[in-house]
């Protein structure tokens, strides 16, 4: 192809200069040969490209279809079913109800009904009316040290901090909260101006940075913490430990993005690196974390203080539980994150091989704090790809009492999955920064959606509430839930997640398959202890099907 285009482009230019000579008003036509040939040739001798190197000009033409594939993936091949991280069919459905259309689907369903991993609910005979039931349903969050405990809706807004969206959204989000009377996450970027201003409650997450509560040198500042917690619309704390689309995985802000607004807001230094550091700063054991949340809960004015994290070495939840028995501090709740959750930008190792999802995290944390006695006091929020009213039930099912979304008010609010949130050209206004495509985000009208896609969602999981013949959210139990397991097996959560005894892991013998868990914790240390792990032990650790007999119901 080398040869070819130089006897082209020699071809070209001899053309253009005959041409030229005979008519000289066809000079004009080196316009199109004269750049066409130069950048052949620059083609030529460029080192970093083997392709355009080999095949000058038409060889670039492969980056323009790589450019094009995921938008002509998107909207000419992928079918309703198999889009990812969304498929067309949820996201769908989230349009609809944004913009008050018709959701309803006809002539059934498109899902394979027996593909392994098909989950449904089991309804009843006794079936209730969803109008005899609460069309808002709320949770107490708040333990018994909670001096302000908070009624939250079963359904909020997840941690996304200003910076990763754009005004505009972070506008409309808060917005669509305060009309729709539920809570806004702000993730750990700190309360921005476009969090505060449309009034609508906030859970104010605290990360490694310490964002709007730090020193200079990024160490946790209680004055600053002290008065912006204490505001009213600040409704609870929430310290992040880790989330789902990268544990275990700090961060840095660019000097370039860190603005006098970002300064003023995250208290940091115009125009210098920020470090989000992977771990914090302000405790380093089970213990002192604990200590941390009392702290915070008694700076805020005694305001709900829980933890985010998403599971991973099982030990340490173990350890906190255990500090949390030993000391009688307790988080008022826990925030599971699922190893499916999203991010602007993470590394693909982390978002695609590190993490528990969220299905085993959920009834994990649930059964352990089960059998540390300590559910009673604690509320658990399932955050991980929860966008209809089946995934709420779902994971209410499993042991949570309420869930976030993150992804799914972004849909609401017009994001079309363009995959570009990195790369700070989301052309919906989303998921940037540039202030000509932030524009095309109108907050007085995506405030409406969040709000309609909120309300119906909750709409919808109460109808399925309904459906199963049951009054409360609380009395969703495992064995509501189906799930295909194989093309001739069908199994209840209750069946792959058996539940364990209140109060069985206070005392010996502990359940099998959190001996190993209970054996490697201990409430001064995240490290595991060095109790030596036999292939007895690795058995119990990981096995379900023999624990039927632990627990048939929810305690």
């Known amino acids: 192809m080398r040869k070819a285009f130089v006897a082209i482009a020699a071809f070209l230019v001899a053309l253009t200069i005959m041409l030229g000579l005979t008519y000289p008003p066809l000079w004009w036509i080196a316009i199109f040969t004269g750049p066409v040939v130069l950048l052949g040739i620059y083609d030529l001798y460029q080192p970093k490209h083997s392709i355009v190197r080999n095949y000058p000009v038409?060889?670039?033409?492969?980056?323009?279809?790589?450019?094009?594939?995921?938008?002509?993936?998107?909207?000419?091949?992928e079918s309703?079913?198999?889009?990812?991280?969304?498929?067309?069919?949820?996201?769908?459905?989230?349009?609809?109800?944004?913009?008050?259309?018709?959701?309803?689907?006809?002539?059934?369903?498109?899902?394979?009904?027996?593909?392994?991993?098909?989950?449904?609910?089991?309804?009843?005979?006794?079936?209730?009316?969803?109008?005899?039931?609460?069309?808002?349903?709320?949770?107490l969050v708040g333990g018994p040290a909670c001096l302000k405990p908070y009624s939250a809706s079963i359904y909020n807004i997840s941690a996304m901090s200003f910076g990763s969206l754009s005004q505009?959204?972070?506008?409309?989000?808060?917005?669509?909260?305060?009309?729709?009377?539920?809570?806004?996450?702000?993730?750990?970027?700190?309360?921005?101006?476009?969090?505060?201003?449309?009034?609508?409650?906030?859970?104010?997450?605290?990360?490694?940075?310490?964002?709007?509560c730090r020193n200079h040198d990024g160490t946790f500042n209680p004055e600053a913490f002290g008065e912006r917690a204490k505001t009213d619309q600040v409704k609870m704390i929430e310290i992040k430990l880790s989330q789902g689309a990268k544990p275990g995985h700090g961060g840095i802000l660019p000097a370039r993005k860190v603005t006098p607004e970002i300064a003023r807001i995250r208290l940091v230094k115009e125009g210098f690196d920020v470090i989000s550091p992977p771990g914090h700063a302000a405790f380093k054991t089970p213990i002192e974390l604990v200590g941390f949340v009392k702290q915070l809960r008694e700076l805020s004015g005694g305001k709900p203080v829980g933890i985010k994290l998403c599971i991973g070495r099982r030990s340490e939840f173990f350890a906190i539980c255990k500090a949390m028995v030993e000391t009688g501090i307790y988080v008022d709740f826990i925030t599971v994150d699922g190893g499916e959750g999203g991010t602007g930008a993470s590394p693909q190792e982390f978002s695609n091989a590190v993490g528990m999802p969220l299905r085993e995290a959920v009834a994990f944390v649930y059964d352990v704090l089960t059998g540390f006695n300590l559910k009673q006091h604690i509320k658990i929020i399932s955050s991980g790809k929860v966008a209809s009213g089946f995934d709420l039930v779902k994971n209410i099912a499993l042991g949570a009492d309420m869930c976030n979304s993150a992804r799914g008010m972004m849909f609401a609010l017009g994001c079309i999955q363009a995959l570009e949130c990195n790369s700070n050209t989301c052309p919906t206004g989303v998921a940037t920064q540039d202030p000509s495509l932030m524009k095309g985000l109108v907050v007085e009208d995506k405030k409406v959606r969040v709000f309609n896609f909120h309300r119906l969602t909750v709409a919808s999981a109460v109808e399925l509430l309904g459906a199963a013949g049951l009054h409360h959210t609380h009395q969703l139990t495992r064995a509501y839930i189906n799930r295909r397991v194989a093309p001739n097996l069908m199994q209840s959560y209750i069946e792959s997640f058996p539940y364990i005894p209140e109060g069985s892991l206070l005392q010996t013998p502990y359940p099998l398959r959190f001996e190993l868990g209970m054996a490697l914790s201990t409430s001064s240390s995240f490290v595991p202890t060095d109790y030596k792990v036999s292939l007895v032990d690795y058995a119990h650790a990981n096995s379900y099907s023999d624990h039927l007999d632990e627990g048939k119901s929810k305690p």
């Open 80 to 139: 309703d079913t198999n889009g990812k991280p969304f498929s067309r069919l949820n996201r769908s459905l989230i349009y609809q109800r944004a913009k008050m259309e018709n959701d309803t689907i006809p002539f059934g369903t498109q899902l394979d009904v027996y593909e392994n991993g098909y989950e449904w609910l089991s309804h009843s005979i006794s079936a209730i009316s969803h109008h005899e039931l609460s069309s808002d349903p709320r949770v």
């Open 58 to 77: 038409i060889g670039r033409l492969r980056y323009l279809a790589e450019d094009l594939r995921p938008k002509v993936y998107q909207y000419f091949v």
């Open 168 to 212: 505009n959204a972070i506008l409309a989000l808060n917005g669509g909260a305060k009309l729709g009377g539920f809570a806004h996450n702000t993730g750990e970027g700190g309360i921005s101006d476009y969090h505060a201003n449309p009034g609508g409650d906030l859970i104010w997450q605290i990360g490694t940075g310490y964002f709007g």
